[in-house]
């Protein structure tokens, strides 16, 4: 599976983003899909995961009720929908791929994701 990842940006605080996160290879629709984020001097961090049919989805606690993440399985692609922005929300956003058996299993570490993109950078004003 190969992942590109886009959609980054500079946004102000309080604006939204959506990134794209658009696969292509193996098939796809076996993978739960999740986004981490790293910002500079941090570790990486678990942001958002959707599980390999699209219904099941787990944030965390800083992405709650701001982010959503869904999947359009026409087009390979998942979507990482950023409202709310906080300027502590800057980072390096990527997605990262885990071969799943069962469609609504999610994982959230990252030792369990097969297959990265590379990141795509959202920085937000103050």
């Known amino acids: 599976v190969q992942l590109q990842a886009s959609g980054g940006g500079l946004v102000q605080a309080g604006g939204s983003l959506r990134l794209s996160c658009a696969a292509s290879?193996?098939?796809?629709?076996?993978?739960?899909v999740a986004w981490f984020s790293q910002s500079p001097g941090e570790e990486r961090e678990f942001v958002a995961v959707?599980?390999?049919?699209?219904?099941?989805?787990y944030y965390a606690d800083s992405a709650e009720g701001r982010f959503a993440i869904n999947r359009d399985r026409v087009k390979n692609t998942v979507y990482l929908h950023m409202n709310s922005l906080k300027p502590e929300d800057t980072a390096v956003y990527s997605c990262?791929?885990?071969?799943?058996?069962?469609?609504?299993?999610?994982?959230?570490?990252?030792?369990?994701?097969?297959?990265w993109g590379q990141g795509t950078l959202v920085t937000v004003s103050s």
């Open positions: 990262a791929a885990a071969y799943q058996r069962l469609p609504e299993t999610l994982s959230i570490q990252a030792d369990e994701f097969n297959y």
């Open positions: 290879g193996r098939t796809f629709a076996n993978y739960a």
């Open positions: 959707v599980s390999r049919s699209g219904r099941s989805s």
